[in-house]
């Protein structure tokens, strides 16, 4: 079975950074696109940023230029890295995979909290 973990959230200041990162088992790591979702308090989760088999990008206008999601197949794992951190980026961060390019998201990890002090 698919399984997604997510690692890296934490406590940063305003206009820091952190990386995260997300273990992919179960299934072969190249059959599937992977994306960022995020979920702050009282709001809907939203996409954050989704990478594509052949390594094509996508963010939401709120983290573009700031963001940078990347996979390494090798170690199937993908990473977000969040740099000039702002308190509304305080999310849980959830890491998740489509069965197939382009496909919606069918596979989801379980969070981890990050959290922008001002």
């Known amino acids: 079975q698919v399984q997604l973990v997510e690692s890296g959230g934490g406590l940063v200041q305003a206009g820091g950074s952190l990386r995260l990162s997300c273990v992919v088992s179960?299934?072969?790591?190249?059959?599937?696109?992977m994306g960022w979702y995020r979920q702050a308090p009282g709001k809907q989760r939203e996409v954050v940023a989704r990478i594509t088999r052949g390594g094509i990008t996508n963010y939401v206008d709120s983290v573009k230029d700031r963001f940078t999601i990347s996979r390494d197949n090798a170690k199937n794992t993908v990473y977000l890295q969040m740099n000039s951190l702002k308190p509304e980026d305080t999310a849980i961060y959830y890491c998740?995979?489509?069965?197939?390019?382009?496909?919606?998201?069918?596979?989801w990890g379980k969070g981890t909290l990050v959290t922008v002090s001002s």
């Open positions: 179960g299934s072969p790591f190249s059959l599937i696109d």
């Open positions: 998740a995979g489509a069965s197939r390019s382009s496909g919606p998201m069918n596979y």
